[in-house]
């Protein structure tokens, strides 16, 4: 059996969003991202939207989750 070659981290890209309610009823939006452009937060969130309405419509929660998408940059 062949060995697997070990996967090393070339980079890394975060984006990050935090919503704050207040007690007066507002709400305050916090974004942070880290590598990513326009075009692709666009591409992103309209696959985690499509992603979210799928599971809506089958009516059934997994018990695990878990994302892995590995994009290559030609630096």
């Not at 062949?2 to 969003?17: C, N, R």
């Not at 590598?35 to 997994?62: C, M, N, V």
């Not at 998408?69 to 630096?75: A, E, L, P, S």
């Amino acid at each position: 059996m062949a060995k697997k070659k070990e996967k090393t981290i070339v980079s890394q890209k975060t984006h990050m969003f935090r919503i704050t309610e207040y007690s007066d009823g507002s709400v305050s939006m916090f974004r942070e991202n880290d590598g990513f452009t326009a075009i692709e937060l666009l591409g992103y969130t309209a696959h985690i939207q499509l992603d979210i309405q799928k599971r809506l419509a089958e009516f059934s929660e997994p018990d695990i989750v878990e994302k892995k998408v590995i994009k290559r940059r030609n630096d």
